[in-house]
């Protein structure tokens, strides 16, 4: 579960920078909710369901956190195998993909018909939800904070933070308190129990190939389940 190509040039600092990140990621999560709750976007998100709208906010939630990621790796002169894109696993990777969105494909043209929001939820879940994700939280996250932290620490760490990471939509857009999400974990989407799961459900996948495109594809699936 701890193949030694996921943690090569990654140093015990680097498991400092990863937590700085997620907590500036988080705090900026907060803010651009909250300039959205009050912007006219808001509203015609909750009340059109043009899946437009819906690449807007999401552009806007993740574009901080790859810039973020970047700014790190260049910084810290790291290379982008060291977030999980390499050639290892590249193949099986694609191939794995495709047939799971493939069969998602069949499966809803037949149910539903085929129209042209299906596209767009496709790159919206396996670009924008599915990849995203799983480049900061298994890609530069985790292998960071077990070098810095340790195997279960950075482990555990990396499934609190993947679970804190839905809560500020609760606590913003849903009006849910601090206690409600944090504490009793009722939220009506991951909590950080969950996260915790979760997270090692993606972190054995990933550790398959040792390529962040499989945990990708199967975590964009599993969000695009919600369609059907």
């Known amino acids: 579960m701890f193949p030694n190509e996921i943690f090569s040039d990654i140093m015990k600092k680097d498991g400092i920078i990863a937590l700085i990140l997620f907590l500036l990621i ?5 803010l651009n909710l909250y300039l959205v709750k009050i912007s006219p976007l808001f509203l015609i998100m909750k009340n059109d369901t043009n899946s437009i709208y819906k690449l807007i906010f999401i552009l806007l ?15 810290r002169k790291q290379k982008i195998n060291s977030i ?6 590249l193949k099986s990777s694609i191939y794995i993909g495709d047939v799971l969105i493939s069969t998602f494909w069949v499966y809803y043209i037949k149910s539903k018909g085929f129209n042209i929001k299906l596209i767009c939820d496709s790159i919206f879940y396996i670009i924008f939800t599915g990849l995203y994700e799983e480049l900061i939280f298994r890609g530069f996250l985790w292998p960071r904070l077990v070098v810095g932290f340790g195997k279960i620490g950075g482990t555990i760490l990396s499934g609190i933070f993947f679970g804190m990471a839905h809560l500020p939509i609760d606590i913003v857009f849903n009006n849910k308190t601090v206690f409600e999400t944090f504490t009793l974990g009722n939220t009506s989407n991951l909590d950080i129990r969950g996260g915790i799961a979760v997270t ?18 199967i975590h964009g699936i599993q969000d695009m389940l919600s369609m059907l």
């Open 200 to 217: 090692l459900l993606f972190i054995f996948i990933y550790t398959r190939n040792c390529n962040i495109l499989l945990p990708s594809f």
């Open 84 to 89: 999980g894109l390499r050639r290892q696993g």
């Open 26 to 30: 988080f705090i900026d999560m907060f």
């Open 61 to 75: 939630m993740d574009i901080p956190g790859f810039i973020a990621v970047i700014v790190v790796l260049k910084f």
